[in-house]
């Protein structure tokens, strides 16, 4: 199979923006029939590869070949024309349309469309068929959960005769039981002769699927290989120039006092629906606890009634002995200066000001504080000798004080938020996924981080579901589903069948039988 | 019988009303439908109702005055497209400036151009539109109620008033039945998902505000050369924002909108009726208060009844590619 002329093929192609190199001399040949995954931190260069390749942009040197022949794609109509699709990280859909109306866009088949929506219809159904795709096509798009969107994207490059899909980190917004599915789907597609390229920076996908991966790092193509003769480590080395240590090393916890305690916290949204069910916890001194669970499950509201953002509808939480939902209610900004800090989970709605420079942002939340005031003003230069000073200790690039938060990439905007709440030096740290869309590199970073504080003996809460980030840095792991908290157990005896299985809400407490545990891995 | 007839007369002036309310209103829909928010209405009808009255002064015929009206009106929004779709510019600052503009130019012209005040010469005979008396309305008036109503209701409207009716089904059928329809919806909503489907943004965008254009043009001629007799200053007096509060009023759907736009030209006929009538009980109510009712409505409306509107999601968004 491997002998037969490559289904795409790049020939040394560069791109620039303005100055940016984005793109230099790179070369790629993936083969019909198999699964290749491009992988490369953010802003390596990946994305504007495969939007190259989709017409969205034009290389500014090079060739693209399809099946052997050179191919001018200037736009994404040439692209389709040429039997490439793309399943773009953002879903490219009309959530007010119907499946079927979203699938027949730019393909409709005429001037009316009633004709082109019938054709449309029995086309789908032998295509789900073959692709088992099920998608009911009458159902709203704004209506289906993420992982039935993307298989609409899919269906939609199906429909327009691709023969090869490509996919820009899928995996970002599924849950791992959707990312599994897509997994089973992509695999079916190959089989079926389809040539899959998968974009994405997550290792355990390149492992878990692949045929070959390409590596990309700073807009050139590093390495080649095929995945079974690599393996996690040597990939991470090629992604980002070093050796890095996927798993933390950290010492045995020193457990001390309970800093925080709730018992019987209920959360009931404006919406009626409950979040939150008797919630019990109790956080640690010199302690990881960490939060697992499929998103959704009620770990963002039990994060920010922690943080003192709401207010939850029954129940007591005891910070330092103290009741802080009744008799001295507190909210989120008296909570920060008795020494509770809160890494909200989204720092672009709630951990940043985007447009306000990095300076401005290191004082959100702290902006009473005398250190940066100066009588009746702010005191500018404070602002900035605290900016550099985080800058410094958690190597924030570039290292500019000045520049707007909006112009960090993800990694190192978190790396300012984490360093204004732990710069802080708080009693009890509480974290939202704290390195959901962040390099590698900077993840080995933020752990260590987090671990140095945690044998500083301050308490800690992880919320995250990346179930391999809460294995490696927790020593206590809660995990919630629809509400509950269904179990707890100690970090040593976690698996990720077990931990998954609780967070389906299959098994509700770790004593699974091993034999079951066994079935539902597979 | 006394009050049927009432109602009748009444029914009747609401649908002359609300002609240029529907045209401007179905104008409106395809262009914020495509995500350009069209302020810009009020001013198209003005630059339209002038046009028209012009030319047809000068040509003596009232279709040729109704061409260049559309044709005006077209301009006005291509221009806006160009500021706004071309060049990105903020869709409100661009439809409030060729309010501005063609408030200000049109009686400006007219001054330079027939010295009448700022007005154009009254037009007559075949240099407007006149009522049509539909077949059989003589023979059925006599029929109680059905042949009434359709005598005094249905028939003795001039053309544009037929058009605005026909109008609304045509622009429902075109935008949820049509390949352009289906485009011009996915524009406003999502202009990514049709970019990457092989579909020019821009281009879908001019294509939406040229059939603005042609609506709110025939919306404005109607003004001139249908309802009125020539043009006067400002003789828009608003109706463009009605339209744009009665689409609002009908969540940028067809029908709704219709209803919407004929409850306004209701309120408004009713008011004209009001005046100076004895009242039980509260007596003669001021005219200015009877005047103003229709724009009161309009607010208590969109400030409270409406619920929650969902407008087109990329409304009033300049499309810009990602990098």
Known sequence: MTNRTPALELRRVNKWFGAVHANKDISLSVDRGTIHGIIGENGAGKSTLMSIVYGFYQADEGDILINGDICHIDNPQASIAAGIGMVHQHFMLVDTFTVLENIILGVEGGARLGEGLAKARTELARLEKEYSLDVDVDALVGDLPVGLRQRVEILKALYRGAEILILDEPTGVLTPQEADHLFRILNTLRDQGKTVILITHKLREIMAITDNVSVMRRGAMVAHVSTKDTDRERLAELMVGRTVLLQVEKPTAQVGDTLMQVTGLNFIDAEGVQRLKNINLEIKAGEILGVAGVSGNGQSELLEILAGTISPSSGNIIYKGE????????????????????????????GLVLPFTANENTILGYQDSPDYNRGTTLDKASMIKACEDH???????????????????????????????????PDVLLVGQPTRGVDIGAIEFIHKQLIKMRDAGKAILVVSVEIDEVMSLSDRIAVMFDGYIVGELDAKDATETKLGLMMAGIADDADTDPAADKGAAE | MELFQIFITIMDATFRVATPLILASMAGMFSERSGVVDIGLEGKMLGAAFAAATIASLSGSAWVGLGAGILTSVALSMLHAYACVTHKGNQVVSGMAINIMVAGLTPTLAFAWFRMGGQTPALKGDERFHSLTLPFADAVRDIPVIGYTYAELISGHNIIVYIAAASVPICAWILFRTRFG??????????????????????????????????????????????????????????????????????????????????????????????????????????????????????????????????????????????
């Open chain 1, 323 to 350: 009741d802080i939902t009744r008799s001295s209610k507190k909210n989120a900004r008296d909570l920060r200066k008795i020494g509770l800090g809160h890494v909200p989970e989204d720092r672009h709605r709630s």
């Open chain 1, 391 to 425: 800058i410094e200790k958690f190597d924030v690039r570039p290292p500019d004080p000045n520049l707007q938060a909006s112009g960090f990439s993800g990694g190192n905007q978190q790396k300012l938020v984490l360093a204004r709440e732990m710069e802080q030096n």
């Open chain 2, 182 to 323: 289906l485009r011009v919806r996915a524009v406003g909503e999502n202009p990514h998902a049709v970019d990457t489907a092989g579909i020019s943004v821009n281009v879908l965008r001019y294509q939406a505000l040229a059939v603005t254009g042609v609506l709110c043009g025939i919306a404005g001629s109607y003004l001139s050369t249908a309802h009125g007799a020539a043009f006067i200053r400002d003789m828009t007096a608003g109706k463009g924002y009605l339209a744009l509060a009665a689409l609002i009023f009908g969540k940028w759907k067809p029908l709704p909108t219709l209803f919407a736009c004929l409850l306004f030209a209701f309120t408004d006929a009713v008011q004209v009726r009001m005046q100076g009538v004895d009242l039980p009980i509260v007596g003669v109510i001021p005219g200015q208060f009877i005047q103003a009712l229709p724009y009161i409505l309009t607010v208590l409306l969109l400030a409270g009844f409406v619920g929650k509107a969902n407008p087109p999601k990329a409304i009033g968004q300049p499309y810009i590619k990602e990098k």
